[in-house]
């Protein structure tokens, strides 16, 4: 009952209507850009991406900081890759089957987890995504992720497959949010904030812990799962800690434990993975300063890309969300001034000059 | 084929590899020990280390192990610069922003490393005891092998003296206790940062220097070595010298036995990799806060 009126009043909420704006401009676009590489493999990986990074926003938002997040993104490519594959299953149920495989697999690293302070953590999840591609070579016979083999996608490349990637991510995102703003996220942030009072009051910490690992894995390994679809081929370098490392990237610079902040961070990354190599030849002219390096584009624009991460998080630390919050919040109060603004304002010189 | 030998040459091989983890781990350890600041480009300053050595090495035909004393005062210089423009700007805010501004700092320093690199290929610091080894019975140690481990000792216990005798020691271990006490106490907290990155790079300079004469290296190399670090000091607990040492050691060991018997069994390479983290996995599960570990951050 509690949850249906607030379920109804989030739906009249402004925020919403933003929201399904958003999505409806998001699904215009290829009306507009005509390029199938540019929808391909950069608007879809954004819808991807944003997936992956808000379910490692998730784990974040219960005070979990995964440096091993590419572990569940490859275990959810390979196996509902697998699947297709070798079994000849369905490609959707292939993707629930190999999302659910990754949860399986991160509660099972949960639990070795729930115990564990922030650092160790970090350092168990990254170890298991490296013992993870120990596994994959030494069995390659069984998994073939050395060489990589192709994948079979759930709607055929190019429109089709951005539509369905779109519709996923849409569900997927607000099954996220919905997670965020129950009980059950009132409680990771609970546990987040002080795990000992969150305990004091009556919170079972190890559990939602868990639970925040399975739920977030369950969408890490959906990604992964879309991920591989995306380019239609999959390979043991999905586990990479580059990999790893992404949707800390994009939750940071968009804004961590909010809800858009890795949508956001997902569509600035990858738009500088996509586009920023097309600089490579204006950089070409400063290659006599280096004189060891063959091609000197790469390192240079690798480099600006470092001092733009530098200079993000000491002038944005809350993210580029923060910005666009406070552009918001303003225009509001820019309309609304009049009425909100002025009246204490007035009491104020009145109460003075008594 | 596994033979004692092989055994015995291997876990020398151990121990050499060890030492350049201690090294490192024991920079990390102090740096996260006073400041409780996760610096995870220490490992880039292992390959800029290693680099600066190469250098002065190469042109200026020095002794590469005299160039450990320019690369770990130029490292600690690049240490203090971190400290100053980056890591000090975003004290106090999120823990995950420390991160994040690491993995900056590792693009910005890959990228010099590139832009500046003589070859496009793995490089090794020339050293002429190459060739040189002392027979042991059936293995022979190389002259390289027992001067790392030399040096490695001589500056740990550089590093104890200076923690335990000196009055800016004093001072660190203060700040490392309770920051805002000791800023009561007159100690100048800021300086205390700067000096503890300082030592902490230098550090990662000097294990870059042995790294580079002991095996080949490239602007990716330092990637790992920090994240094994890390597990170093976790495995070993926090804050504890005695404790990296034996992380160090227990590491250096099994990855070098690894690599020795995967030849021998038919197991694949990167198991070399995943030995520490199986240790450190198994070590957690059992104690979650580590060998030596009081308590946790």
């Known amino acids: 009952m509690e949850n249906a009126t607030k379920l109804s009043s989030f739906l009249r909420s ?16 290829p009306l507009v850009v005509k ?22 926003n998730l784990l974040a938002y219960s005070g979990q900081g995964s440096l091993g997040h590419a572990a569940f993104l490859g275990i959810g490519g390979f196996a509902s890759a697998l699947l297709v594959v070798k079994t000849g299953m369905p490609p959707v149920a292939g993707l629930i089957v190999g999302s659910l495989v990754s949860a399986g697999i991160g509660a099972l690293i949960g639990l070795a987890c729930v115990r564990l302070k922030a650092w160790f953590l970090a350092m168990v999840t990254f170890g298991f995504s490296v013992i993870v591609i120990s596994i994959m070579t030494q069995f390659d016979s069984v998994f073939g992720g050395v060489i990589g083999f192709p994948t079979t996608p759930v709607a055929p490349q190019v429109i089709p497959f951005y ?10 995102i607000l099954t996220i949010l919905f997670v965020m703003k129950s009980k059950l996220g009132l409680a990771f942030k609970a546990i ?14 190890g559990k939602y812990r868990l639970l925040a690992f399975v739920i977030s894995t369950f969408f890490a390994g959906l990604a992964g799962g879309l991920y591989a679809e995306s380019s239609l081929f999959i390979q043991n370098s999905i586990f990479e800690p580059y990999y790893s490392f992404l949707p800390l990237i994009m939750s940071v610079v968009g804004g961590l434990s909010t809800i858009e902040g890795p949508i956001i961070g997902s569509v600035i990354i990858v738009s500088i993975n996509s586009f920023l190599p097309l600089t490579d030849k204006y950089l070409q002219p400063l290659s006599p300063l280096f004189p060891g390096v063959s091609n000197v584009g790469p390192p240079l624009r690798l480099f600006g890309l470092g001092i733009f991460l530098i200079l993000v ?17 303003y225009l509001r109060t820019d309309t609304t001034k009049t009425k909100k603004v002025e009246p204490p304002r007035k009491n104020m010189i009145a109460s003075e000059n008594i | 084929m596994i033979t004692s030998s092989g055994l015995a040459q291997a876990l020398i091989f151990g ?10 781990a024991t920079g990390l350890n102090l740096i996260f020990g006073v400041m409780k600041l996760v610096n995870f480009a220490h490992g880039q300053l292992l390959m800029v280390g290693a680099f600066i050595a190469y250098e002065v090495t190469t042109m200026a035909g020095l002794n590469p192990y005299l160039s450990i004393l320019v690369s770990m005062g130029s ?12 890591f000090s700007k975003i004290r106090g805010t999120e823990k995950l922003n420390e991160i994040f501004i690491s993995l900056g700092l590792i693009y910005v320093f890959e990228n010099i490393a590139r832009l500046f690199w003589v070859n496009e ?6 050293s002429p005891f190459v060739s040189l080894s002392v027979p042991l019975g059936e293995v022979a140690i190389g002259y390289d092998y027992i001067f790392a481990i030399t040096i490695v000792i001589a500056i740990l216990i550089g590093l104890v003296l200076l923690t335990k005798r000196t009055k800016i020691g004093l001072a660190m271990r203060a700040t490392s206790q309770k920051g805002d006490a000791a800023k009561l106490m007159g100690i100048n907290v800021n300086r205390i940062y700067l000096f503890t990155f300082a030592v902490g790079a230098a550090l990662a300079g000097a294990s870059g220097t042995l790294y580079g004469i002991l095996y080949s290296f490239n602007p990716t190399v330092g990637a790992l070595p920090t994240i094994k670090a890390f597990a170093i000091i976790i495995l070993g607990g926090l804050g504890s010298i005695p404790g990296a040492i034996v992380g160090g050691l227990l590491y250096g060991i099994a990855e070098s036995m690894t690599a020795y018997m995967s030849s021998g069994f038919g197991i694949a390479g990167t198991w070399q990799d995943a030995i520490a983290f199986i240790l450190l996995i198994a070590v957690l599960i059992i104690r979650p806060t580590g060998l030596f570990g009081e308590k946790g951050e």
Do not use: D, H
């Open chain 2, 121 to 126: 290929f793995s490089i090794r610091i020339p």
């Open chain 1, 192 to 205: 987040r904030e002080n795990e000992l009072e969150a305990k004091m009051t009556g919170i079972n910490a």
């Open chain 1, 35 to 56: 390029s199938e590489y540019i929808i391909g493999q950069v608007f879809t990986l954004m819808l991807v991406f944003a997936i992956y990074a808000s379910s490692w």
């Open chain 2, 15 to 24: 121990v050499a590899n060890g030492c350049v983890y201690i090294l490192l």
């Open chain 1, 313 to 329: 998080v000491i002038f944005l630390p809350k993210g580029v969300t923060s910005l666009l919050r406070k552009g918001y919040n």
């Open chain 1, 14 to 29: 402004r925020k919403f209507q933003y929201a399904v704006i958003a999505v409806f401009l998001v699904a215009a676009l």
């Open chain 2, 75 to 86: 490292v600690a210089l690049i240490g203090i610069g971190m400290e100053k423009f980056a």
């Open chain 1, 163 to 172: 539509y369905a990637t779109l519709g996923i991510a849409v569900v997927s």
